[in-house]
């Protein structure tokens, strides 16, 4: 899957994925682009093909609903390092799990939501 981290949540999040060698994630600061508005990272997202990663719902749910097509949020909740890796592997694995061949498709148009207790949600957006 392709992801594009947030400056929201820590770097070693996209070495992580990386590291296990099935995902291409990029973290804004890799690219310089720490800063840059939400829109620009949205719109960055949508030309890479890439699903956000962040913990700020709010901004990114407004901007999917402005679009017909995006590649999907994924919305972790505001939690340490590690234990923001290990609820990522917990999403990973739930939509390999659910996917298939290409568990990316299931995020095309949708927002994947994971609480600290790792409750799991998936719903379209827009």
């Keep these: 899957m392709r992801f594009l981290i ?3 949540i820590s770097p070693s999040l996209s070495r992580y994925l990386n590291q296990q060698g099935l995902h291409d994630a990029i973290h ?3 690219r310089n682009r720490l800063r840059d508005p939400d829109h ?3 719109a960055r997202a949508i030309a890479e093909d890439r699903i956000i990663v962040t913990e ?3 901004d990114f749910h ?4 402005r679009v017909d097509l995006h590649p999907g949020l994924i919305i972790l909740p505001s939690v340490a390092r590690a ?3 290990r609820l990522m592997e917990v999403v990973v694995a739930h939509l390999v799990g659910i ?3 290409r568990p990316q498709d299931l995020l095309v148009n949708s927002v994947l939501s994971i609480a600290a207790d790792a409750e799991i949600e998936l719903r379209p957006l827009p």
Excluded: H, M, P, Y
């Design 99 to 101: 996917g298939g061949e």
């Design 28 to 30: 804004l600061r890799d």
């Design 6 to 8: 947030d400056e929201c």
């Design 56 to 58: 700020n719902a709010e």
């Design 40 to 42: 620009v990272v949205f």
């Design 83 to 85: 234990e923001a890796l």
């Design 62 to 65: 407004k901007l999917a609903r």
